[in-house]
Structure formats: structure tokens, C-alpha cells
């Protein structure tokens, strides 16, 4: 069954730093998101892109971070200068075109990023 | 904001009995979905209710969908130990056209054996 995947599982980076974390979305889906989820704590919204541009986003999603589908596969998500309080679980997702962008998400297991 | 809110925060049974979780949100939608995840993994899609149906069932889960009260529940009936994980309902919430799905706080069910 198709799924989404994500890379690394889990980041560990000082302060400062900048971090891309990376997502292969399901090949026929159309609509891709972001979200991050602090432990213990509600899945948040950072960001939905279609047709190669961004579709919504969330007030989290400043001028921080970024992202960007490379090539025909990968999706990514850039922090740049991350802070402690990015400390999080991010879940990638992705829908295809008969669901339109609010139907059925498909999610990636996550990339938890670990900030010291 | 249009997100859902879920209560109980958190519901503990025996397995066997039924669990019932409750959503509300805040403004006009046109799908509600409900979500499950265990812990420290992605979310796994259960099931999507539109706006013009009121009930809807999936093996043993059933929605409904109150759109004049902003609300929605979902019920698990005969739970077992394996649905213990944390439910999420979700609603379309973009107010230009965008797309933009929202997240409930959850419920944490524990069924125990």
C-alpha cells in the first residue's frame, strides 16, 4: 500500500542551526502539508502546498521556515535558525485530487526534531 | 479560529464497553473527519462526514454530524485493548479558498483488558 515516508526519523541540532526535513508524499497525491505536534499536545497546522506553491498557512509558519518540492517526489520542510521551541514532532501529509485538499490526509510517521 | 474541540480530554473503559467522543467547532464546514493516532506515530485516517449527512458508519465506528449545533461524536462500540490511542477530529478550515485542515486538541482513550 502506498505510503507517505519521512527522513530522519529523528533530528537532534544545536540552536541556530538550520534543518531540512525531508517527505516522499504517495506519487499521485496533489496536495501536500505540513504539521508539527509538541509532545503530549495538538497536531498543528503549519502549511499546505499545491501546484507548486503554498496554499495556506498558519501563523507558526513565519519567515523561518520554508518549503520547497525539489523535483517530483520530495517535499520538503526548511527551518532556518531553529529555536528550542521548535522542539517537535513534524508530520508530513498528503491527499490526492478526487478528495480535493479537505478530504482524506495520508501521514508520514513523522520526523522528530530535537533542539539543544 | 475553526478548530474542533474534542471531549473527554481523556476516557478510560473496559473493553467490550462502547467509547463516545465529542467534537465541536466553530464555523461553517464542508467535511468533518476523525483521526487516530497511537502513541508517537502518524495519524491514520477513520473516517469523513460531509456536511450534508447527518450518520455514518465504518465497521464499528459511527459518526454523526450536527451541523446546526457545530458538533460531532464518535462512537466505537465493543472497543478492545488495540483502540487505545489518542482521537482527533478535523475540519476544513480555510476562509479563502485554500486548503487547510484543523485539528481537535483529541481525546486519549484507554480500553483496558
Known amino acids: 500500500e502506498p505510503e507517505v515516508t519521512q527522513t530522519p526519523s529523528h533530528q537532534v541540532t544545536q540552536m541556530g542551526q538550520e534543518v531540512i526535513l525531508r517527505c516522499v508524499p504517495i506519487s499521485n497525491h496533489l496536495y501536500f502539508y505540513w504539521y508539527r505536534q509538541i509532545l503530549g499536545q495538538k497536531v498543528e497546522f503549519l502549511v499546505s502546498?499545491?501546484?507548486?506553491?503554498?496554499?495556506?498557512k498558519s501563523e507558526i509558519f513565519d519567515d523561518q521556515f520554508s518549503v520547497e518540492r525539489p523535483d517530483g517526489s520530495n517535499f520538503t520542510l526548511k527551518i532556518r535558525s531553529t529555536k528550542l521551541e521548535d522542539s517537535a514532532m513534524y508530520f508530513c501529509?498528503?491527499?490526492?485530487?478526487?478528495?480535493?485538499?479537505?478530504?482524506?490526509?495520508?501521514f508520514g510517521e513523522g520526523s522528530r526534531l530535537t533542539v539543544l | 479560529s475553526q478548530q474542533g474541540e474534542e471531549d473527554p480530554q481523556a476516557l478510560s473503559i473496559q473493553e467490550g464497553e462502547n467509547a463516545t467522543m465529542n467534537c465541536s467547532y466553530k464555523?461553517?464546514?464542508?467535511?468533518l473527519q476523525w483521526y487516530r493516532q497511537n502513541s508517537g506515530r502518524g495519524l491514520v485516517h477513520l473516517i469523513l462526514?460531509?456536511?450534508?449527512?447527518r450518520e455514518k458508519h465504518s465497521g464499528r465506528l459511527r459518526v454523526t454530524l450536527d451541523t446546526s449545533k457545530k458538533s460531532s461524536s464518535l462512537l466505537i462500540t465493543a472497543s478492545r485493548a488495540a483502540d487505545t490511542a489518542s482521537y482527533f477530529c478535523a475540519t476544513d478550515a480555510s476562509d479563502t479558498g485554500g486548503f487547510k485542515t484543523i485539528f481537535g486538541a483529541g481525546t486519549r482513550l484507554f480500553v483496558k483488558a
Open positions: 464555523t461553517s464546514i464542508n467535511n
Open positions: 502546498f499545491y501546484n507548486n506553491e503554498i496554499s495556506e
Open positions: 501529509a498528503s491527499s490526492d485530487w478526487s478528495s480535493g485538499g479537505s478530504g482524506e490526509l495520508f
Open positions: 462526514i460531509r456536511s450534508n449527512e
